[in-house]
């Protein structure tokens, strides 16, 4: 019941935001009562928590050098991109939507961002580069950069660009990164 709950939460959230949708909408759409839903979630706070820690997982391990994890990572923003549903980034619409800047949705957003973060700086410290914090911290401008140029202009090729210019900082670090890129058809 918890995960239907979940997937339920987790559609509407992101479709609707999280201030449009009540646990009132939430329940009808498992088809259970308010009572059932707080059973499993004391609060709609809690039930935000658990929906923002379903996208909180990190980039699946692969067998990749690091250079092609890290671009694999915009290939895959292209493929998110493309997806009818897609609605930008949970954590900043979450971030969009808070009362006060220092919530627990902020913080929630903080974590992941960081998390995000030192994926590329593991990544990157691999490759041996100089300075694999400073370049972490580009990727993540690349990454978010696209996302919010996406929402606005509705555009998914422009994950293609922001892999270009990640392939141009790789390059300006001494790394050899090109590799063929996957269309947004394949998996």
Request: with cysteine; net charge neutral; charged share 25%.
């Amino acid at each position: 019941m918890q995960e239907r709950i979940l997937r339920s939460a987790d559609r509407l959230f992101y479709a609707h935001g999280i201030q449009a949708i009540g646990v009132d909408t939430i329940a009808a759409d498992v088809g259970i009562s308010k009572r059932t839903l707080y059973n499993h979630f004391p609060s709609k706070a809690d039930l935000i928590r658990a929906y923002l820690e379903r996208w909180s997982q990190p980039p699946a391990s692969t067998e990749l050098p690091p250079a092609e994890r890290i671009l694999a990572e915009f290939d895959r923003l292209e493929r998110t991109f493309s997806q009818p549903s897609y609605r930008g980034c949970p954590f900043i619409n979450a971030v969009a939507e808070a009362a006060e800047p220092a919530d627990e949705l902020t913080r929630l957003a903080i974590d992941f961002k960081k998390a995000r973060r030192r994926w590329f700086a593991s990544c990157l410290a691999e490759l041996g580069v100089p300075d694999p914090e400073r370049l972490a911290t580009q990727m993540m401008l690349l990454v978010d950069g696209a996302v919010a140029t996406m929402l606005v202009q509705g555009d998914a090729s422009i994950a293609r660009a922001a892999r270009d210019a990640a392939e141009v900082l790789l390059t300006a670090a001494g790394v050899a990164a090109r590799r063929p890129r996957v269309s947004h058809g394949e998996a």
